[in-house]
């Protein structure tokens, strides 16, 4: 899930848990805005683990691809 599902998930559960007044036969929309809530809350999470994942393995290849290129000028001497 990324963060703007996650958003809006949240929004819309909010919606309903706090500003809707109609009701419908057999449906609690306050629990499902609450269930929905909580549902983004926990996708939040997950995108956020998952956006940190990502940056550390894209630290992690640049660092390997800069340390095994060769550092080395046109006459053969090595540069950093």
Do not use: C, P
Request: aromatic fraction near 14%; avoid cysteine.
């Amino acid at each position: 899930m990324t963060f703007a599902g996650a958003l809006f998930l949240i929004v819309v559960g909010a919606i309903l848990r706090y500003a809707v007044n109609f009701k419908i036969a057999g449906i609690e929309e306050h629990t499902i805005g609450l269930i929905l809530i909580l549902a983004g809350a926990v996708g939040l999470v997950i995108a956020t683990f998952q956006a940190l994942a990502w940056y550390i393995a894209q630290r992690r290849r640049d660092r390997t691809y800069r340390d095994e290129r060769s550092y080395r000028d046109e006459r053969g001497y090595r540069t950093y």
